[in-house]
């Protein structure tokens, strides 16, 4: 329950030990500013002190000392580049690179603008970081990006019955006939998608790097 008797303030007012880390607060004159450090990079942890004076509306007033640690960013993410897409391709494709386990975790930046997962790439360097479960986002690494309008020639791959096997075999590679552009696809040019599972029972696995894995006691092979 709310007490009516709770002093009632009527201004606050924050002020800055060391002189320009005022900056750092989106307003000196409200509760609780938002803290957005805009300072040199640092290599240590920086610590900024700030006075906050509270007036009540009976004229009395109160200083309270309020210290914020800084952290250095973490080291930038290692990334692979150049990266490579088919047109049409989104900021998302590129976060998708860096971690396909948490797109929500990566940030993309062009030209230090942050993207949204909808931005249209195209051929040019753009800036990624990871944000850390603390909210602390990393130093930004550069990533080269090239977009091109692939040509994608996808064949079938028909296998036929064997002598039952005792462990599971690898009997051939769903990307081995097919091209991208007139070159041989490769897990970094395209995306393997299962759109009709096999079904239930002993049936083959298609592996993410395009090996098609034959369990034990199935009998097939590729033609």
């Not at 690179?97 to 949204?116: D, F, Q, R």
């Not at 990307?175 to 041989?184: F, H, M, P, Q, R």
């Amino acid at each position: 329950m709310y007490n009516t008797q709770a002093p009632t303030y009527e201004r606050y007012t924050w002020e800055a030990v060391t002189a320009g880390d005022l900056a750092h607060l989106s307003d000196a004159n409200i509760k609780e500013p938002v803290f957005s450090y805009a300072g040199a990079n640092i290599t240590t942890t920086k610590t900024i002190t700030y006075l906050l004076k509270v007036k009540r509306t009976n004229a009395c007033e109160a200083t309270q000392t309020v210290t914020v640690l800084v952290t250095p960013a973490p080291n930038a993410p290692t990334v692979t580049t150049p990266q490579y897409f088919c047109a049409p391709a989104t900021a998302l494709d590129l976060k998708l690179k860096i971690n396909a386990m948490a797109t929500n975790a990566v940030k993309a930046y062009s030209a230090g603008v942050a993207l949204t997962d909808t931005d249209t790439l195209q051929d040019g360097i753009y800036q990624v970081s990871l944000v850390q479960s603390s909210g602390c986002e990393s130093e930004k690494a550069n990533v080269t990006v090239s977009v091109t309008v692939c040509n994608i020639v996808a064949k079938d791959d028909l296998y036929k019955p064997f002598a039952p096997i005792t462990t599971a075999t690898i009997t051939g590679n769903i990307l081995s006939n097919d091209k991208v552009g007139g070159v041989t696809a490769t897990t970094a040019t395209v995306d393997i998608t299962n759109i009709t599972s096999a079904g239930p029972g002993i049936v083959p696995i298609v592996k993410t790097n395009g090996d098609v894995e034959v369990p034990a006691q199935y009998t097939c092979r590729r033609i």
